[in-house]
C-alpha cells in the first residue's frame, strides 16, 4: 500500500521560491507516475503536472510551464515540486498523487502541504 | 481541452436521502471518469473510476454511472459522514466541485 508524506507548510515572500516534499513508502518512486495538485483556499483542485513513463518526461500544465520544476530522487523515494516566481495567487495547498495511466485516477494523495505566498 | 462542469456547486440533503451530483464533458470522455470525496482540511479521497468501478473500501451506497459527456454520482442513502465535496476528473482536468451539506 502506498503511503505519501509530504513536508511542512512554509511562508515565503513574493518573489521567492517553494520546494516542497513527498515521500513515498510501501512502493518504490520508480513504480509509481507521480503527480502534483494544488488547491488554493475555498477552490477547486487544479493539476500542476507529473511524470509520464511512456517519455520518460515530465510533463507540466501550460499555466505553470516555465515557473515549475518536478524531480525525483529515487535513491530515497521522494518526489519534489519547485515553485518559482511566487505570488500571493500562489497561496494554496500543494497535494502529490501518483496517478494511475490505466485507468484514469489519481491515488492514494498525500497529506497536503500549505504554501503562503505573503510579504 | 477538455472542460469538466459540475452540477449542482452546492446541494442540500438531509440524512437518508438520495443523492445525484451530474458531472458534464465538453467532449466524450468515454469511461474514463473518476469521482473523489474531499472533507475540510484533508486530501482527496477516490471514490470511483472508470465511471462505475468502486475503489476498494468505499461503502456500497456511492456509485457511479454514464459514459460519453454525462455521468452520475449517487449516494443511495446518505450518511452523516458523506457530507463533503466531490468532484469528478478526467485525465488532468477536475470538476469545480460540489459541496453536500447539511439540510
New interface residues.
Partial sequence: QVQLVQSGAEVKKPGASVKVSCKVSGYTLTELSMHW?RQAPGK????MGGFDPEDGETIY?QKFQGRVTMTEDTSTDTAYMELSSLRSEDTAVY?C?PY?WV??????????TLVTVSS | DIQMTQSPSTLSASVGDRVTITCRASQSISSWLAWYQQKPGKAPKLLIYKASSLESGVPSRFSGSGSGTEFTLTISSLQPDDFATYYCQQWWTFGQGTKVEIK
Fill in positions: 495538485v477547486g483542485l487544479e493539476w500544465a497535494y498523487a494511475d485507468d484514469n485516477w489519481f491515488d492514494p494523495w498525500g497529506q497536503g
